[in-house]
């Protein structure tokens, strides 16, 4: 077999470099995009982790806040200092801060250097020795590793300027850490300071971001975790380093599953191409399939050959998306970033470190496996070719769809479209994410089968029209589609799957950035916003002293202020929820009634005022079972907290779930007096320009803060949900692409297929121009049926994804908005494109050498 | 010998009926070179495929020596096809992509016969037909008879017990259409293979031992162009002159020797 393989099929696969190209592109495409996502899926994974343990030092066990944005008084690291067990208990910032006039970051780590137990803890080696302690007890002096000092072009005795809450500060590189230390060892660009100086830096009064704690050696991990939890009560969580990296990389997990989906899914498109590419190979090879049969190849060594070939495509062709998807993660990594933080809330900084060879084998199995499924059916076709049949040169009608297979393909893509409504029922009632992934397939693999009878159909019903509007040539169009509308449909369905894939990203897209830029607009409105510069990675900027209300607040003009404050990983049982607490100002009837869902706002508003009730978004009370008029249970610094719901409202400011409460009891429950935003109303009679002018000179001290217009906030989001679905548009390309590919190919081998065909009309005079306006004439027929089929498929996709996924996948109830004008657009480019790849055909058309097609070798 | 007892096959349905063998009866003995003439659409191709075991036959039997064709599976057939009859067709049916040598080892290479074998059998086939040196040529560089001695000679590698040529002159001009012939002639004489020719050509008349006439999918004619003893001694005492008359109102052959 191996012989007939290296002897038919290596010499075929040569011999047709564009087919060739195209079973290897199609398998190539698929390949990178899932290995790329699987591999930055992976890096997202490790790297939470690995931030999470290196920064860690040795600790074992970690205190922190109920939320992953609150923070811990550092008192609590002395007082747990005596619990038994616990060798030391150290007070940590680890926060993210920006360099001055740079686009860099450094990352923030700070504890308390007076502790004798630190500098082992953490690994602190300073080069050329040294005692951290006598280092920087000088405020103004940072340590940083040797590594990022030699990036950044520093030596000891340089300054390094950061931003911070207190506006741009120097710090002066008094040593260097050495390379073999633990946190110098984690790669990452520390900036190293004494407790004291962060807190002043970031404005954090006796707070940290948590308490490391190191237990002795014979102490059991467990039993102190036990006493701790006892000791801290509700104020705070006892984690371990791993388990918070972990708590973090669960918390994306959906987001890793959706981009894994949609990896598959441009798999899915790749053997496709393949089935097409082996397809039209078939069709050009049956005169060789015919042959050898003849001279006494079995129909299974035919299948086997077409086997083997498909598995030589697909090995070499998964070994080059290998190495093209190492190259795409790097390319998405910041992409995937970008839309982890605005969802998530997270900072990931994920950064492709190359091909892992699990990945790689799994990949290269996958994409052979792929290959191999697509070719079986064209290889069975091949085998099932009767000699005498593949001898035959003249057009057969083999691809002809009789009313009867017509009527299976209608039945098959009907019985599919019953199992995505079944999926639907199934997946709202189970919450399975693996039923709305199934849905989604279902629903693509139904419209790529309805693609069939639908070129058949519109074969017959266009005829008119074709040969109306074309003459001969539209007649030669209508009967070539009709005798081979499965090929056709090929075309077809390539190009509405890329429809429809562009039509579903687009549609989450503009629901999910018009009901977050909606919401934000209306509800959380104002002519001003005051907030951080600053963000951990997403929307949401970073937390600020609510002291810089009284002085927004006396600007001459402002009417009122009102404050915002998300806490965006508070824990509420297993889930990672929203905590927003809003001003009063925000709990009218008129303002927040329309956001109503469930309750009656003037009666719920008051007593959510007065911190008696609270609110719960409409995705929270779906997910964790929540209903009106039930008792909530949190968990506060001040220990239980135990509230009615009063009202189910809409909200978007967690995936998982908001619960709403006034700013005064958040304050007094969570110890936190920090507010994200401030909301300014100011009086009609100044101009904006003026106000915000007088609001920036109110803050000027503060670096740190930055003053927007209403617009310009809500441009803030939109380019942010942008930066969300940047991702979407890198696979837009990808699939356009492909699509190119795929209706060149099919053009192609429907030219081949009719050569005698056009050399028969030359004979009788046809010139190249009814030639032409024949295979134009076909592939209009193509794109605007490809066109309309796509638009629908995109549509009803757009909607599951929106209406049903994307709840149980990510969490976010969102309203429907469909991209008319994404959809315009991708029509448009779709026309241009397959009109484009059409040309090619055509060209080739008119170029058949008359004699050379007659000839039957 | 290869023998048709009552062979029908008809192809369409309804209006577009076609019959295309109502009865033949046959027996061509070992190492005759029989020719099978007639006109469009009288059924020598058809008679010919069956043969090969291309195309079933709805009714009647063809045995190739002590094998029934007639009941032979499709994997069957495609061996038998491999390893016993060689089939030589108008169009050459060559691969392009493959030279003269690799086309002619094509047979020998699916039994995974060892190089050497292949390649000495490929070689004496290629010098069977007077095309050694034109071994490493591609079919694109060759001309039409060309590429049919070199179709002939991958139907002789296989030392086959019949072969089975469908108008191989068909689509060559008179002078590569005689030395094909000529070829085909020389190649029975020599090897005393087993032949059935269907043609067109009435220049092959000349060059049979025998041939046959179909009109309407029965035999018209039967002639033996050479004495049947000097052929197949199983044909001894037989009558020289074929009676094939009588049964479908078929018309006695006439003897010409």
């Known amino acids: 077999m191996l012989r007939l393989f290296s002897l038919v099929s290596l010499r075929e696969l040569r011999l047709k470099p564009g087919r060739t190209a195209l079973m290897l592109g199609g398998i190539v495409v698929g390949v990178s995009m899932v290995s790329a996502i699987e591999l930055l899926n992976r890096e997202v994974v490790e790297q939470f982790r690995d931030s999470m343990e290196n920064a860690s030092g040795r600790a074992e066990l970690q205190l922190v806040a109920p939320g992953t944005d609150s923070r811990l008084p550092d008192e609590l690291a002395y007082d747990l200092a005596n619990v038994s067990g616990v060798k030391t208990a150290l007070p940590v910032i680890d926060a993210s801060v920006p360099m001055a006039d740079s686009a860099s970051r450094l990352r923030l780590f700070a504890t308390d250097f007076t502790n004798p137990r630190a500098e082992e803890t953490y690994g602190v080696t300073i080069v050329g020795g040294g005692d951290p302690l006598e280092i920087l007890a000088d405020p103004g002096a940072a340590l940083l590793p040797e590594q990022t000092a030699r990036r950044l072009s520093l030596a000891v005795g340089d300054t390094v300027t950061v931003s911070g809450a207190i506006g741009r500060q120097q710090f002066r590189v008094a040593a260097l850490l050495a390379g073999d230390g633990l946190l110098a060892a984690t790669g990452e660009d520390f900036l190293v300071m004494d407790i004291m100086a962060a807190q002043r830096l970031l404005a954090l009064d006796r707070l940290v971001d948590r308490v490391d704690i190191v237990p002795f050696e014979d102490a059991s991990v467990a039993d102190i975790k036990a006493l701790l939890g006892e000791a801290v009560g509700h104020k705070a969580q006892v984690v371990t380093p791993y388990g918070r990296g972990n708590y973090f990389a669960n918390a994306v997990s959906s987001f890793q599953v959706m981009v894994f989906s949609l990896s598959l899914l441009a798999l899915l498109t790749g053997m496709f191409i393949v089935y097409s590419a082996v397809s039209a190979s078939v069709v050009s090879r049956q005169r060789a399939i015919g042959t050898l049969r003849a001279v006494g190849v079995l129909r299974r060594e035919i299948m086997l050959m077409f086997a083997a070939e498909s598995v030589a495509c697909g090995v070499v062709a998964s070994t080059i998306g290998c190495l093209v998807g190492a190259l795409l993660a790097r390319l998405l990594s910041s992409q995937l970033s970008g839309a982890m933080g605005v969802i998530f809330q997270v900072r990931a900084e994920i950064t492709a470190s190359g091909l892992d060879a699990g990945v790689a084998l799994k990949a290269i199995g996958l994409g052979t496996l792929c290959s191999l499924v697509a070719a079986l059916l064209p290889a069975w076709k091949a085998a099932s070719l009767h000699p005498l049949e593949a001898l035959d040169d003249r057009p057969s009608g083999r691809e002809a769809l009789e009313g009867s297979q017509s009527r299976y393909f209608s039945l098959a893509a009907a019985v599919l479209v019953a199992l995505v409504v079944a999926c639907i029922i199934a997946e709202v009632k189970f919450r399975s994410i693996m039923l709305g992934n199934i849905a989604s397939t279902a629903w693509f693999l139904a419209f790529i089968l309805a693609s069939v009878p639908a070129v058949s159909w519109l074969a017959l019903r266009l005829r008119p029209a074709l040969v109306h509007t074309f003459g001969l040539a539209g007649r030669m169009a209508s009967e070539s589609l009709a005798r081979s509308s499965r090929r056709s449909a090929v075309a077809v369905a390539a190009l509405a799957l890329s429809l429809a894939t562009t039509i579903t990203f687009a549609g989450l897209f503009l629901s999910f950035e018009r009901s977050i830029v909606g919401y934000v607009g209306t509800f959380m409105d104002g002519d001003f916003s005051v907030s951080s510069r600053h963000t951990r990675g997403g929307w949401l900027e970073e937390p600020i002293d609510s002291a810089i209300l009284p002085r927004v607040e006396t600007v001459p003009g402002v009417d009122r202020v009102e404050t915002l404050r998300l806490v965006s990983g508070y824990q509420y049982g297993a889930a990672r929820v929203g905590l927003l607490a809003l001003s009063d100002g925000f709990f009218t009837v008129d303002h927040y009634g329309p956001w109503f869902v469930e309750g009656t706002a003037s009666d719920a508003l008051p007593a959510v005022r007065k911190g008696a009730a609270v609110l719960v978004s409409e995705n929270f009370s779906r997910l964790h079972g929540v209903e009106l008029g039930q008792q909530l249970l949190m968990n506060t610094a001040e220990g239980e907290l135990d509230l009615p719901v009063v009202g189910i409202v809409v909200d978007y400011t967690s995936d998982q779930g908001a619960i709403v409460l006034a700013s005064r009891l958040y304050a007094a429950q969570w110890r936190d007096p920090t507010v994200n935003r401030l909301h300014v109303y100011t009086s009609s009679s100044r101009e904006p320009a003026a106000m915000r002018a007088a609001l920036v000179h109110a803050v000027s001290d503060r670096e740190d803060l930055k003053v927007l217009s209403l617009s310009s906030l809500l441009e803030y989001h939109s380019s942010h949900v942008r930066r969300a679905f940047a991702l979407a548009g890198s696979l837009e390309l990808l699939m356009l692409i492909v699509t190119f590919a795929g209706i060149v190919d099919v053009l192609a081998s429907s030219v081949n297929d009719r050569r005698r065909e056009f050399a028969l009309l030359s004979v009788v005079g046809a010139d190249s121009r009814l030639l032409t306006r024949s295979v134009m004439a076909e592939s209009a027929v193509l794109i605007s049926a490809g066109i309309c089929l796509g638009i629908f498929g995109g549509a009803v996709s757009a909607w599951m994804w929106v209406e049903f996924h994307w709840t149980w996948l990510l969490g976010w109830i969102l309203e429907l908005h469909f991209p008319w004008q994404a959809t315009a657009r991708a029509a448009l480019l779709a026309a241009v494109v397959a009109t484009l790849a059409t040309w090619g055909p055509a060209r080739t058309a008119t170029r058949v050498d008359t004699m050379e097609a007659l000839r039957s070798d | ?257």
């Open chain 2, 1 to 257: 010998m290869i023998r048709f007892k009552n062979v029908h096959k008809t192809f369409g349905a309804g209006d577009n009926q076609v019959c295309a063998a109502q009865g033949i009866d046959l027996e061509i003995p070992v190492g005759q070179l029989c020719g099978i003439m007639g006109p469009s659409g009288s059924g020598k191709s058809t008679l010919l495929h069956i043969a090969a075991g291309l195309v079933d036959a709805d009714q009647g039997s063809v045995s190739i020596g002590a094998r029934d064709v007639s009941r032979m599976t499709a994997e069957e057939l495609t061996l038998m096809r491999r390893r016993e009859v060689g089939v030589v067709f108008q169009f050459f049916n060559l691969l392009p992509y493959l030279d003269a040598r690799e086309n002619v080892e094509l047979p020998l290479l699916l039994d995974a016969i060892n190089t050497d074998e292949r390649r000495n059998r490929a070689t004496k086939a290629l010098e069977m037909v007077g095309l050694l040196h034109r071994a490493t040529h591609r079919p694109p560089q060759m001309s039409g008879g060309e590429m049919q001695r070199v179709a002939i000679a991958r139907a002789l590698v296989i030392s086959p017990r019949l072969v089975l040529a469908d108008e191989p002159t068909g689509n060559l001009d008179s002078a590569a259409g005689r030395q094909i012939i000529s070829l085909l002639r020389d190649i029975n004489d020599s090897t005393g293979v087993t032949m059935l020719v269907v043609t067109h050509d009435p220049v092959w008349a000349a060059n049979c031992d025998r041939v046959v006439r179909l009109v309407d999918g029965l035999v018209s004619e039967d002639t033996y162009l050479k004495p049947r003893d000097s052929v197949d001694s199983e044909t001894n005492g037989r009558p020289a002159v074929a009676e094939t008359g009588g049964k479908n109102g078929r018309k006695a052959a006439t003897a010409l020797q």
